[in-house]
């Protein structure tokens, strides 16, 4: 689905100081053009990792795309001293040369080499980005990944169902639904009725939140504290 190709992709900025990649030849996103930080920011960490109370964090992110969740769950290991281990998987990597720095980020030199550090570094392979934040970029499918550790988190923020109905499919959150910790969360800018029946047919307890800028909805799934 995703293409790397230079000419494919078009750097779309965004009214928050980040910015979006556009498919050219698709009417398709990796993030809102309402604001990609201001998205991210607002479902991923406010409404899913600011959630989980524990001093040392998984994170599973499905589609590490631009590198923006991961950047923000770093910003947000820093500021809250958390210990986080992320973990992203991604089948279409972007060259890291088609991802400068974002316009918020400014000129601070150590944001800068966070931000380079994250699409760097290799795939396949453990990084540490520094004291609070390892990172673990694996180059598969979401389909076809095994996972040897529970996560308490996941960011889902695959291509929409729209386009992609094929991984929102009751078969891929049933495997994600048992990577999760008792209690733990999934959270997605997507509300879209596949989308509630899938999750809600494997076990997970769903909430219907405020959307971010653009869009009505969003959803955060808990998995069951216990399963008896």
């Known amino acids: ?9 078009i750097l779309t900025p965004t009214p928050d100081g980040s910015y979006t990649l556009k498919i050219a030849d698709k009417d398709e996103t990796y993030h809102s053009v309402n604001g990609a930080r201001t998205e ?7 409404q899913g990792l600011a959630r989980i109370n524990k001093p040392s964090i998984r994170i599973l992110e499905v589609g590490f795309g631009t590198g923006l969740n991961a950047y923000l769950a770093w910003q947000f290991a ?3 001293q958390k210990q986080i281990s992320y973990t992203a998987v991604e089948k279409y990597p972007i060259q890291p040369d088609n991802l400068p720095p974002p316009e918020f980020i400014g000129n601070d030199s150590g944001k800068i080499a966070v931000w380079k550090m994250l699409h760097q570094s290799k795939w ?22 095994v996972f040897n550790k529970k996560f308490d988190i996941v960011f889902f923020d695959a291509f929409a169902p729209s386009v992609q109905p094929e991984i929102w499919s009751t078969e891929i959150f ?16 997507s509300s879209a009725g596949l989308t509630k029946r899938a999750l809600a047919e494997v076990g997970f307890q769903i909430e219907r939140l405020k959307g971010p800028p653009g869009k009505k909805h969003m959803l955060r799934a808990t998995s069951p504290i216990s399963f008896l």
């Open 1 to 9: 689905m995703k293409n790397d190709a230079k000419s494919n992709l």
């Open 40 to 46: 991210s920011q607002y479902v991923y960490i406010e």
């Open 124 to 145: 396949d392979a453990e990084a540490s980005i520094d004291n609070n934040f390892q990172l673990h970029k694996k180059l598969d499918s979401i389909e076809n990944t």
């Open 78 to 80: 820093v500021q809250h």
């Open 174 to 189: 049933k495997n994600i639904f048992f990577t999760l910790e008792p209690g733990g969360i999934l959270v997605t800018y």
